[in-house]
């Protein structure tokens, strides 16, 4: 199960919705070890596209030397779908390399008619997704 304050939950909705119709991408940190996501750290996405996501290579080594300096690891991989449901695509799985991390996706497209969004979280972990409960606490 993830469990995650309604401000991370937020940050992440808002990130979602804020990047749409492109792609929105992004992590969140945590104290190494204990698996609680803390800091939210949103990022560009490099391709700029409403299909695809991609952490920029130089972006990605900076945050990967800064959560390693401040003791931390990825807890939480996000991205949005623009026009397809929260379910990670084979693209998705195929870059899915953090099997502790939890990865969240934000559907912002109207997948339902009632214009809302979907927040799901999975385990992703050797191409296998295991869809989990997501709790929003505070």
């Known amino acids: 199960m993830l469990t995650l304050s309604r401000t991370l939950y937020d ?18 940190a945590g104290p190494e ?8 750290i949103p990022m560009l996405n490099a391709a ?6 991609e952490f920029d290579s130089g972006d990605l080594l900076k945050l990967y030397r800064e ?15 623009t026009a ?3 379910y990670p695509s084979r693209t998705d799985v195929t ?10 996706l934000v559907s912002t497209a109207d997948t339902d008619g009632l214009g809302d969004f979907q927040f799901r979280s999975y385990r992703i972990v050797d191409g296998v997704i295991t869809e ?7």
């Not at 070890?33 to 939210?40: I, Q, V």
């Not at 700029?48 to 996501?53: K, V």
């Not at 959560?67 to 779908?81: A, G, K, L, N, T």
């Open 11 to 28: 940050q992440i909705v808002a990130h979602a919705r804020a990047d749409h119709p492109d792609e929105a991408c992004g992590m969140v």
């Open 33 to 40: 070890g204990t698996g609680r996501p803390e800091r939210f």
């Open 48 to 53: 700029r596209s409403p299909t695809f996501y």
């Open 67 to 81: 959560m390693d300096d401040r003791d931390e690891e990825p807890v939480i991989v996000y991205h949005s779908h």
């Open 84 to 86: 397809t449901e929260a």
């Open 95 to 104: 870059y899915a390399n953090e099997p502790g991390a939890h990865y969240v």
């Open 132 to 138: 989990e409960e997501v709790q929003v606490v505070g």
